[in-house]
């Protein structure tokens, strides 16, 4: 597509609830980026994936968290058993595989009450 | 690790005048620098970067400038509008080399407020 696409846009859950966040990169860019943003603070790394590659989950905060992507498509994150502190903008990026220069989304704003 | 530090948190300027956001970072192997904004309710957009076999760059009215041995680098907006309000960050990372990831580390962000 002509941008990245992030679904949905906005997504209340209750605590301990998973929730599954969907990204979908420019066609042509092979890696793809999660970063979480908190309310009014930067954008903290989470995981990236580079075409076949293995990811890098260094930025993963905790076991409850995952993604995958298959191939260079379409990618998910997945919160398990959601807290509060899970509360925030997560944003998504995608770039060609040199890496110059990322397209972000405009973020799923998760809200765990 | 890595880390980023961007300096102000908080910028407010008269339309007109010039902005400066100022940032040092910790990989010395990082070598690409990107600058975004962030408008409410939007995900960040590149404006701007410099990659580090270039010192100073510039595109109309947003210039940036590399200092390697000191591991700083600066944003600088003249000319300021109302519409250059929002956040920007910084941002540092090996792209485009094979080993150490395309990790990018970004900055805390910068608000900047543009009085007319």
């Known amino acids: 597509g002509a941008g990245v696409s992030q679904s949905p846009s906005n997504k209340v859950t209750e605590k301990g609830k998973d929730v599954e966040l969907r990204c979908d990169p420019i066609?042509?860019?092979?890696?793809l980026y999660w970063y979480r943003q908190r309310l009014g603070q930067g954008l903290e790394f989470l995981i990236y994936f580079q075409g076949n590659s293995a990811p890098d989950k260094s930025g993963l905060p905790s076991d409850r968290f995952s993604a995958e992507r298959t191939g260079e498509s379409v990618s998910t994150l997945t919160i398990q058993r959601t807290q509060q502190e899970d509360s925030a903008v997560y944003l998504c990026?995608?770039?060609?595989?040199?890496?110059?220069?990322?397209?972000f989304g405009s973020g799923t704003r998760l809200t765990v009450v | 690790g890595e880390n980023v530090e961007q300096h102000p948190s908080t910028l407010s300027v008269q339309e007109g005048d010039s902005a400066v956001i100022k940032c040092t970072y910790s990989?010395?192997?990082?070598?690409?620098f990107p600058w975004y904004k962030q408008e409410l309710g939007k995900g960040p957009q590149l404006i701007i970067d410099i990659r580090s076999n270039v010192g100073e760059k510039k595109d109309q009215r947003i210039a940036v400038t590399l200092n390697k041995t000191a591991k700083h680098f600066s944003l600088h907006i003249t000319e300021t509008q109302p519409e250059d309000s929002a956040v920007y960050f910084c941002a540092a990372s090996r792209s485009g080399t094979l080993t150490g990831g395309f990790k990018t580390i970004f900055g805390a962000g910068t608000r900047l407020f543009v009085k007319a």
């Open positions: 066609s042509g860019h092979t890696a």
């Open positions: 990989d010395s192997a990082s070598n690409y």
């Open positions: 990026a995608s770039s060609l595989e040199s890496g110059y220069g990322y397209t």
